[in-house]
């Protein structure tokens, strides 16, 4: 057994000092301090779990093949990602299930980051809140066209996108809570009363909150007044202060029990690109600023945020304290996928995925299955 050590382990959601031995890719004992590499005073954080992105490194999930997967999760552990669900988004059929079905040959690899299954965002969404999705692929939620895109790869699919409020969806969600799969609104112009109905039918989460739904309204507080109000679900949120104000997301970080909001990166395959002209899924986007663009337009894409650039932000612009972003980050979107006992954790029999921070939260290594994947260094 391999021991690491700090007087900051993240453990049962504060810091204490403890020392941690890693066997067989797990957490095997929780000691105290002072066995093994020393940190000293350095954070020793979960690994961070991104379930909302699509793509980086020049990686598109909807027209991915295996080398450009393999390539942009090489790089996840730079940024502190340790596990992902990977995104097809709004497409043709064929193409979701063919992303779906590559997604699925890489789960259970021993890679530099640990591919959990899909996120699905769409098909079966608003064409009013439509965002960046395109409009041609939008369909009606069906049972039998969700099994079409599925197929033989049901069980890769952890985590669906839809919007609760059209006709059908909730024979849909019915059968997607009875496969486990986690429903969240998302491109969705659901109204608080159709929003309550639907929890009836699974309903456990909000996509990007803010960004593609219905806003507030004092007569109708619409679908982002849900996702701040129920405090049962999950709300997912883009905090690279382009997609959404810091002030919203100090909103929304007072209005929800700090274990339901969840940081995603919502990113393309721009980010870690340099600015320029790109195409994603045959539609022309520019990178600039550090944003990805609707090309010719203000209309945002989609991000190049990084899991920790989020944490970073919150805590620097939201008034979040690092134990809260760190939630955020790990044990929140874990607990969401029913994983806790496996990921999101410092905890003996969970993975040893972690990371070292120094106190101006720069990551110096990033740990997956007890492996240091990365190192500052």
């Known amino acids: ?52 992105t699509h793509g980086g490194y020049g990686c598109d999930a909807n027209n991915a093949d295996i080398d450009s997967l393999r390539n942009w999760i ?26 779906i079905a590559l997604i699925d040959s890489l789960r259970n690899q021993h890679l530099e980051a640990s591919v959990l299954g899909s996120h699905l965002e769409g098909p079966f969404i608003s064409d009013k ?61 659901c109204t608080y009363t159709e929003g309550t109905e639907a929890k009836k039918h699974g309903l456990n989460g909000f996509t990007h909150t803010y960004n593609g739904m219905l806003g507030l309204h004092h007569r109708e507080v619409g679908t982002v007044g849900c996702s701040l109000l129920f405090d049962d679900c999950y709300s997912e949120c883009i905090c690279d202060g382009y997609h959404v104000s810091f002030e919203a997301l100090k909103i929304l970080f007072r209005c929800k029990p700090k274990d339901k909001v969840i940081l995603i990166t919502d990113s393309l395959k721009t980010k870690g690109l340099p600015e320029g002209s790109y195409e994603l899924d045959g539609e022309a986007i520019e990178m600039r600023h550090g944003c990805a663009y609707m090309a010719g337009t203000d209309s945002l894409s989609g991000s190049t945020l990084s899991m920790l650039q989020a944490m970073k ?24 996928l029913g994983i806790q006992n496996k990921k999101g954790f410092i905890q003996i029999g969970n993975d040893a995925d972690l990371c070292i921070l120094d106190h101006s939260l720069n990551l110096k290594e990033t740990f997956h299955l007890g492996d240091i994947v990365y190192s500052a260094s």
Request: negative net charge.
């Open 1 to 52: 057994m391999k021991y690491i050590c700090s007087k900051n382990v993240f453990i049962d959601g504060r810091f204490v000092p403890a020392s941690i031995g890693i066997e067989n890719n797990k957490i095997a004992e929780i000691s105290d301090y002072g066995q093994g590499a020393c940190y000293f005073d350095h954070y020793i954080i979960p690994g961070l779990i991104d379930i909302h």
């Open 313 to 336: 932000n919150i805590v620097t612009h939201c008034e979040v304290s690092l134990e809260d972003a760190i939630l955020a980050a790990s044990q929140n979107p874990a607990t969401y």
């Open 129 to 189: 809140h439509l965002g960046a999705m395109n409009e041609k692929y939008v369909l009606q939620p069906d049972i039998n066209t969700y099994k079409k895109i599925a197929q033989d790869h049901e069980d890769c699919v952890k985590l669906i996108t839809l919007a609760c409020e059209l006709e059908h969806a909730y024979e849909l969600m019915d059968y997607l809570h009875t496969r486990s799969v986690v429903i969240s609104a998302g491109h969705c112009g």
């Open 74 to 99: 090489r790089h996840l552990p730079l940024e502190g990602t340790t596990s992902l669900l990977i995104s097809p988004y709004t497409s043709t059929i064929e193409k979701m299930h063919d992303s």
